[in-house]
């Protein structure tokens, strides 16, 4: 067990570019969240996989924001035309659909828009 | 609407003592569990403890405890024999089916 991991660990880019980040859940964990965390707040809940369906999207995200996971394991999470207000730290979590679905977090992308 | 609140922003303890960090949440659900997550500066988010709705007995992990009152949707966390590695941001977060609330945090400062 490697833990969650999340590539890049930071980003910068240039309002108007598009970007894509990657999460590798813990291998048998089936359940993958994304959340965006700002400066001094808490995480909030993006969206949720269970295996490569998505269950889950939060009404807050725009339709620049589209999230994957084709074959049920790492998943993408892309950024189309990023704004200023993109900028936030991007955590992804995964868990397993037995019990209190405790999700474990990686280390997130940091993501800084110019 | 599901909501955390953590009326805390900044808590400080000695080394050593003893230090409740309060929450409080909004449902209408019977069926759900509570968290406590820590998140050292610069590092990735960490479970603490967790405690399942149905259960009337509080969790206990070592030195973390919670005082969960499910009537009057209150789940605070106690550290107990505080270390200078408990300094933190210590988030509360609600779970229901598919779907997870945190609160914006409550920043713990150790002083040795």
């Known amino acids: 067990d490697t833990g969650v991991s999340q590539d890049p660990r930071h980003k910068i880019t240039k309002r108007g570019q598009n970007v894509t980040f990657r999460c590798d859940p813990i291998?048998?964990?089936?359940?993958l969240y994304w959340y965006r965390q700002t400066l001094g707040q808490g995480p909030e809940f993006l969206t949720y996989f269970q295996n490569e369906a998505q269950l889950e999207k939060s009404r807050l995200l725009s339709d620049r924001f589209s999230a994957e996971r084709p074959k049920g394991s790492f998943s993408t999470l892309e950024i189309q035309r990023t704004e200023q207000g993109d900028s936030a730290m991007y955590l992804c979590?995964?868990?397993?659909?037995?019990?209190?679905?405790?999700?474990?977090f990686g280390p997130g992308t940091r993501l800084t828009v110019l | 609407a599901q909501t955390v609140t953590q009326s805390q922003p900044e808590m400080s303890v000695q080394e050593a003592e003893t230090v409740t960090l309060s929450c409080t949440y909004d449902?209408?659900?019977?069926?759900?569990?509570l968290f406590w997550y820590k998140q050292p500066p610069s590092r990735q988010m960490i479970l603490v403890i967790r405690?399942?709705?149905?259960?009337?007995q509080n969790a206990t992990e070592n030195r973390f405890s919670v005082n969960f009152q499910k009537a009057a949707k209150s789940f605070s966390l106690k550290i107990s024999d505080s270390q200078l590695g408990d300094a933190a941001m210590y988030f509360c977060?609600?779970?229901?089916?598919?779907?997870?609330?945190f609160g914006t945090g409550t920043s713990l400062t150790v002083i040795p």
């Open positions: 977060a609600y779970r229901r089916p598919g779907q997870f609330y």
């Open positions: 405690q399942e709705a149905y259960k009337q």
């Open positions: 291998s048998e964990h089936n359940r």
């Open positions: 979590a995964s868990s397993s659909r037995a019990g209190s679905d405790t999700q474990y």
């Open positions: 449902t209408s659900e019977s069926d759900y569990y």
